[in-house]
Nanobody, 123 residues
């Protein structure tokens, strides 16, 4: 199994920045890619960004492109999500997840999930 732990959420004003981190442990050799998803109250969980475990081949949702950056720290088995120019509509609980078999933006392709970290952007 793979264990995931997110950190870095919090409350920020619109236009501000936050950096989320996801630490992976356990069978990390089985990870093919890691993704970030988010879920706002009353809404379905949606894809945000993903990166190959090698640290290459990133992909973003249109809603965050140009504002968010996903990256991997190979030495620490962590993936970060740098979020700039935050908007109130970015308010959600953010989850990291891993997939062992495919590059995907679909949540059902991801096998392991963290507990999530809350991001709240005030206007």
């Amino acid at each position: 199994q793979v264990q995931l732990a997110e950190s870095g959420g919090g409350l920020v004003q619109a236009g501000g920045s936050l950096r989320l981190s996801c630490a992976a442990s356990g069978r990390t050799f089985s990870i093919y890619a890691m993704g970030w998803f988010r879920q706002a109250p009353g809404k379905e969980r949606e894809f945000v960004a993903r990166i190959m475990w090698t640290g290459t081949n990133t992909y973003y949702a249109d809603s965050v492109k140009g504002r968010f950056t996903i990256s991997r720290d190979n030495a620490k088995n962590t993936v970060a999500l740098q979020m700039n120019s935050l908007k109130p509509e970015d308010t959600a609980r953010y989850y990291c997840a891993t997939t062992s078999g495919s590059i995907s933006t679909r949540e059902y392709d991801y096998e392991y999930w963290g507990q999530g970290t809350q991001v709240t952007v005030s206007s």
